[in-house]
């Protein structure tokens, strides 16, 4: 007996040391999609009595708390294992006691006997210095005084909306924009700011133009940025998330404080809103910017991530991975990212980058979360992908997959290529530089992308069908922040040209953007033909590329000009922003023209609009070129230099167009 006892204690110490050495046995799941879901709030909860932590980490054999002083540096003064909720739904939980506000903390994932790096979690609402761990805060504390009060500014309709971009650093960061707050959030809402000759810069200029919502390029808290060091030369867009729910701190007066970039985002969107402009953010939902290491594979590794056969990282977004919205985790993770914009910073709409990478389920859903909060939030995207998805093609928000959208519209790269030529190549100078091929795709982009009789879907330069419900799911553009300004484009796409003619074209394409049915968006700078020096992608490039220098506004004050009168006669005239795919089919009607024209006519007080019958002419060849006009008289209220409501003067029988120029006329 006693030899056998012996032996069975000794198979014990065995069996213990080698679990202890194993570790505890972590979960397996067959597959992503067999993980359990947790239904519920995943946010970080504080109040002055205790301070609940979650993460969901479905494969964590533990998960540990650690408290710090400070934001950077240092070792954890506190560390506490937090509980797993059940084994049914991933959940680790830890309420801890007592006021907790403003310590800093991470949480540190076990699987088996492997650490992971600290995270400050995936749903941080405050971050220290370069976003490595989170803080406990008190978010009503970071609202600017009149924050309560703050109201989104009127939008009757999607159709109305007029979409500007801008890169917050860009905007202020030269001399020449006057701001106290050089490349700042509250640079961007400062008014009063004068460029060297004295002309309105900044929020001023915004204004004056006309616009009805800023887009923010990236300005949520991103890593390629180091917040610790802005006093040395750095600058990127931002599309390398690192913390989806807290403002970029570079952008802060100062990022060392969590309260400071959080206020001051609210603050730069409420001065928007008292100046009747939205606020779009630009969100990055489709990647991360590390991949291995990002707080998604550090709370739950591989999950928020599709993969090929082979196990590895695939990567449609080109930036290393692509995460998937289609995983019931991931897609509740984005839905309640932009809830959270929405609710907490008071946004008025989001353009996802790279949207084809994300499933049309997920978009839909997103849609109805965002309508329920405010019906005119919007929301847009680029409807296509970088490279392969594993993810099938009936399932991607591509853009011709936008009718199966709901309330959510893609940007019209048909429009943008056909008017003034490729983005690939330099060489191609699109409809407006002789590309006359391309007048079918000219045509489709005036609908807005829709179904109409009039145009051969087989001669559109990339769709072969319509690919909107209604105008306001296309977004009409033909420059933003990716590739060649327009102006730059325009330059090296036509080398013989004049400056006078480049100018010339330039106002062409600009008319054709904001009279087009649809929703138009302008790339901040291009009404004072902003430059690059041709640079095609300056996303990390110097602020000497990237900025906006204010003395082309008065060096350019007639476009300026142009521009704002395209702008006000838009907003004037509803015929340009027609409601409904029928609205347009029985109201706007191409006539025959020359192939280098494309000429149609709004009729029946389209839309409510108090002009009986308008004509738009745009006349892309390099000759004057005569156009007939219906019986009646006509008043000429744009001529391709100004736009003059009340008319420029009076046309009958037929128009005679100068080269590169666009004219638009009323029926009397």
């Given at each position: 007996m006693k030899g056998n006892l012996y032996f069975s204690n000794l198979l014990l110490i065995i069996m213990t040391g080698l679990l202890i050495s194993c570790g505890p046995a972590v979960p397996k799941f067959d597959s992503y999609l067999d993980y359990p879901?947790?239904?519920?709030?995943?946010?970080?909860?504080?109040?002055?009595?205790?301070?609940?932590?979650?993460?969901?980490?479905?494969?964590a054999t533990a998960v540990d708390l650690h408290f710090y002083e400070k934001g950077e540096g240092g070792s954890p003064v506190e560390t506490i294992s937090m509980l797993k909720s059940n084994e049914k739904d991933g959940l680790?939980?830890?309420?801890?006691?007592?006021?907790?506000?403003?310590?800093?903390?991470?949480?540190?994932?076990?699987?088996?006997?492997?650490?992971?790096?600290?995270?400050?979690?995936?749903?941080?609402?405050?971050?220290?210095?370069?976003?490595?761990?989170?803080?406990?805060?008190?978010?009503?504390?970071?609202?600017?005084?009149?924050?309560?009060?703050?109201?989104?500014?009127?939008?009757?309709?999607?159709?109305?909306?007029?979409?500007?971009?801008?890169?917050?650093?860009?905007?202020?960061?030269?001399?020449?924009?006057?701001?106290?707050?050089?490349?700042?959030?509250l640079g961007l809402v400062e008014k009063g700011t004068k460029s060297p000759e004295g002309l309105a810069t900044g929020i001023d200029h915004i204004k004056e133009m006309g616009v009805t919502h800023v887009h923010l390029l990236p300005a949520f808290d991103y890593r390629s940025v180091d917040e610790s060091k802005l006093d040395e030369p750095q600058f990127n867009w931002g599309?390398?998330?690192?913390?989806?729910?807290?403002?970029?701190?570079?952008?802060?007066?100062?990022?060392?404080?969590?309260?400071?970039?959080?206020?001051?985002?609210?603050?730069?969107?409420?001065?928007?809103?008292?100046?009747?402009?939205?606020?779009?953010?630009?969100?990055?939902?489709?990647?991360?910017?590390?991949?291995?290491?990002?707080?998604?594979?550090?709370?739950?590794?591989?999950?928020?991530?599709?993969?090929?056969?082979?196990?590895?990282?695939?990567?449609?977004?080109?930036?290393?991975?692509?995460?998937?919205?289609?995983?019931?985790?991931?897609r509740k993770y984005i839905i309640e990212s932009c809830k959270y914009w929405a609710k907490e910073y008071h946004l008025d709409g989001f353009r996802f980058d790279l949207m084809a990478i994300h499933d049309i389920e997920t978009m839909n859903q997103l849609s109805a979360a965002l309508k329920e909060i405010d019906p005119s939030i919007y929301v847009y995207g680029e409807g296509w992908n970088a490279a392969a998805s594993p993810l099938p093609a009936d399932e991607q928000a591509l853009k011709i997959n936008t009718t199966q959208l709901t309330d959510v519209a893609a940007f019209s790269d048909d429009m943008r290529d056909a008017v003034k030529g490729s983005v690939f190549y330099d060489e191609e100078s699109g409809y407006i530089g002789g590309q006359f091929d391309l007048k079918e795709s000219i045509k489709f982009g005036i609908v807005g992308a829709i179904q109409h009789d009039q145009i051969n879907y087989n001669k559109i330069n990339y769709s072969k069908a319509p690919w909107a419900n209604k105008p306001s799911q296309c977004v009409n553009y033909v420059?933003?922040?990716d590739n060649q300004t327009l102006y730059d484009k325009l330059k090296i796409a036509n080398p013989k040209a004049s400056e006078a003619t480049i100018q010339k074209l330039d106002r062409l394409a600009a008319t054709m953007i904001l009279t087009s049915?649809?929703?138009?968006?302008?790339?901040?700078?291009?009404?004072?033909?902003?430059?690059?020096?041709?640079?095609?992608?300056?996303?990390?490039?110097?602020d000497a590329i990237n900025q906006i220098d204010w003395n082309w506004k008065s060096q350019h004050q007639d476009i300026v000009s142009y521009y704002k009168g395209l702008i006000q006669l838009r907003k004037n005239h509803p015929a340009f922003r027609m409601l409904t795919a029928e609205m347009i089919q029985n109201n706007l009607e191409f006539m025959d023209t020359p192939e280098a024209v494309v000429a149609y006519k709004i009729s029946n007080y389209a839309n409510l609009d108090e002009w009986q019958e308008i004509i738009v002419i745009f006349n892309a060849d390099a000759g004057q070129q005569t156009i007939k006009l219906p019986r009646g008289y006509w008043s000429l209220v744009g001529d391709g230099k100004q736009i003059k409501e009340r008319g420029i003067k009076r046309e009958v029988r037929e128009v005679k167009v100068p080269a590169h120029t666009a004219y638009i006329l009323r029926a009397e």
């Amino acid at each position: 007996m006693k030899g056998n006892l012996y032996f069975s204690n000794l198979l014990l110490i065995i069996m213990t040391g080698l679990l202890i050495s194993c570790g505890p046995a972590v979960p397996k799941f067959d597959s992503y999609l067999d993980y359990p879901e947790y239904h519920g709030d995943l946010w970080p909860e504080f109040s002055p009595e205790k301070s609940t932590f979650k993460v969901w980490s479905p494969t964590a054999t533990a998960v540990d708390l650690h408290f710090y002083e400070k934001g950077e540096g240092g070792s954890p003064v506190e560390t506490i294992s937090m509980l797993k909720s059940n084994e049914k739904d991933g959940l680790w939980k830890l309420v801890v006691n007592g006021n907790q506000e403003g310590r800093f903390y991470t949480y540190q994932v076990h699987i088996g006997k492997e650490m992971l790096e600290e995270t400050p979690g995936i749903y941080a609402q405050a971050v220290g210095v370069n976003g490595k761990r989170a803080q406990v805060i008190d978010l009503t504390k970071t609202d600017p005084e009149g924050w309560e009060a703050d109201k989104r500014p009127l939008l009757a309709r999607p159709n109305d909306i007029i979409l500007y971009e801008l890169h917050v650093r860009d905007v202020t960061i030269s001399e020449t924009s006057g701001s106290q707050y050089p490349g700042k959030f509250l640079g961007l809402v400062e008014k009063g700011t004068k460029s060297p000759e004295g002309l309105a810069t900044g929020i001023d200029h915004i204004k004056e133009m006309g616009v009805t919502h800023v887009h923010l390029l990236p300005a949520f808290d991103y890593r390629s940025v180091d917040e610790s060091k802005l006093d040395e030369p750095q600058f990127n867009w931002g599309y390398d998330p690192q913390n989806y729910n807290v403002p970029e701190g570079s952008y802060a007066t100062d990022p060392y404080e969590p309260a400071v970039r959080i206020r001051e985002f609210k603050e730069m969107v409420k001065g928007f809103h008292e100046q009747g402009i939205r606020v779009v953010l630009d969100v990055v939902y489709n990647h991360t910017g590390f991949t291995e290491d990002a707080n998604f594979n550090l709370e739950s590794p591989g999950y928020y991530y599709r993969h090929n056969e082979d196990g590895t990282f695939s990567d449609a977004s080109a930036c290393g991975n692509e995460t998937a919205s289609e995983h019931p985790m991931m897609r509740k993770y984005i839905i309640e990212s932009c809830k959270y914009w929405a609710k907490e910073y008071h946004l008025d709409g989001f353009r996802f980058d790279l949207m084809a990478i994300h499933d049309i389920e997920t978009m839909n859903q997103l849609s109805a979360a965002l309508k329920e909060i405010d019906p005119s939030i919007y929301v847009y995207g680029e409807g296509w992908n970088a490279a392969a998805s594993p993810l099938p093609a009936d399932e991607q928000a591509l853009k011709i997959n936008t009718t199966q959208l709901t309330d959510v519209a893609a940007f019209s790269d048909d429009m943008r290529d056909a008017v003034k030529g490729s983005v690939f190549y330099d060489e191609e100078s699109g409809y407006i530089g002789g590309q006359f091929d391309l007048k079918e795709s000219i045509k489709f982009g005036i609908v807005g992308a829709i179904q109409h009789d009039q145009i051969n879907y087989n001669k559109i330069n990339y769709s072969k069908a319509p690919w909107a419900n209604k105008p306001s799911q296309c977004v009409n553009y033909v420059s933003c922040h990716d590739n060649q300004t327009l102006y730059d484009k325009l330059k090296i796409a036509n080398p013989k040209a004049s400056e006078a003619t480049i100018q010339k074209l330039d106002r062409l394409a600009a008319t054709m953007i904001l009279t087009s049915q649809g929703v138009p968006f302008l790339h901040a700078g291009s009404e004072m033909l902003r430059t690059k020096g041709g640079e095609h992608n300056s996303y990390n490039k110097p602020d000497a590329i990237n900025q906006i220098d204010w003395n082309w506004k008065s060096q350019h004050q007639d476009i300026v000009s142009y521009y704002k009168g395209l702008i006000q006669l838009r907003k004037n005239h509803p015929a340009f922003r027609m409601l409904t795919a029928e609205m347009i089919q029985n109201n706007l009607e191409f006539m025959d023209t020359p192939e280098a024209v494309v000429a149609y006519k709004i009729s029946n007080y389209a839309n409510l609009d108090e002009w009986q019958e308008i004509i738009v002419i745009f006349n892309a060849d390099a000759g004057q070129q005569t156009i007939k006009l219906p019986r009646g008289y006509w008043s000429l209220v744009g001529d391709g230099k100004q736009i003059k409501e009340r008319g420029i003067k009076r046309e009958v029988r037929e128009v005679k167009v100068p080269a590169h120029t666009a004219y638009i006329l009323r029926a009397e």
